[in-house]
């Protein structure tokens, strides 16, 4: 049972253009969602957080949106550079439970070609 | 760099062999987590430590796992008789503010 789905494993854009990476949740109790990007052979690099009592964070070119209805939350890099060539996980957390353990997806490759 | 290290970077060794790991949180932060990570999915939660004590353990932990974080400062992972399904990457992560901060991570090949 995957609580936390990036159904697409890869996604390819052009340098300078939108990338948008979805991720779905089933558990009513994450209330908080993290982003991580990761190379290989390195660990995940947290990029941005959304509280569920927000709809929408940013920072610098990367902004998340979260539809709490929809159990779906979006990350938008604009302008996307080769440099962001990498994975991209999603997670998420009850932050009203004790261990604020992450429940991730299983990753969205993202290629930014020059 | 997140400040939090792990050693070594890269293990293999021959199935039934012991392997130990060890992670160096951000010194601040008390509480400290074990992921696991396996070609094509995402990290999968194993243990984690609030300062010396280990709160809670995921299923994926059989009994030839073993976690300590001794004195609430660095920890150890540590596989017993490892077989080839233990091949992974584990990784270490510090947690401050409902964020965690992941390390490099131990890459494990088990021939």
């Known amino acids: 049972d995957q609580q936390v789905k990036q159904n697409s494993p890869s996604l390819s854009v052009q340098e300078g253009r939108i990338s948008i990476l979805n991720c779905d949740y089933t558990?009513?109790?994450?209330?908080?969602f993290l982003w991580y990007k990761k190379y290989p052979a390195e660990g995940p690099t947290f990029l941005i957080s959304?509280?569920?009592?927000?709809d929408k964070n940013e920072d610098g070119r990367f902004t998340v949106f979260l539809n709490k209805s929809a159990k779906h939350l979006s990350l938008h890099i604009v302008p996307s550079q080769p440099g962001d060539s990498a994975v991209y996980f999603c997670?998420?957390?009850?932050?009203?439970?004790?261990?604020?353990?992450?429940?991730f997806g299983k990753g969205t490759l993202l290629t930014v070609n020059p | 760099d997140t400040g939090v290290s792990q050693d070594p970077r890269h293990k293999i060794t021959k199935r039934g062999q012991n392997v130990t790991f060890r992670c160096d949180p951000i010194s601040e932060h008390n509480r400290l987590y074990w992921y696991r990570q396996t070609l094509g999915q995402g990290p999968e939660f194993l243990t984690y430590?609030?300062?010396?004590?280990?709160?809670?353990k995921s299923r994926l932990l059989s009994d030839r796992f073993s976690a300590e974080r001794p004195k609430g400062s660095f920890s150890t992972l540590e596989i017993q008789r490892t077989e080839q399904g233990d091949s992974a990457m584990y990784l270490c992560?510090?947690?401050?503010?409902?964020?965690?901060?992941f390390g490099p991570g131990t890459r494990l090949l088990v021939l």
């Open positions: 430590f609030q300062n010396e004590a280990q709160l809670e």
């Open positions: 992560a510090s947690w401050i503010q409902e964020t965690q901060y």
């Open positions: 558990n009513s109790m994450f209330d908080y």
């Open positions: 997670a998420a957390e009850n932050s009203g439970g004790s261990n604020y353990k992450l429940t």
């Open positions: 959304i509280s569920s009592i927000k």
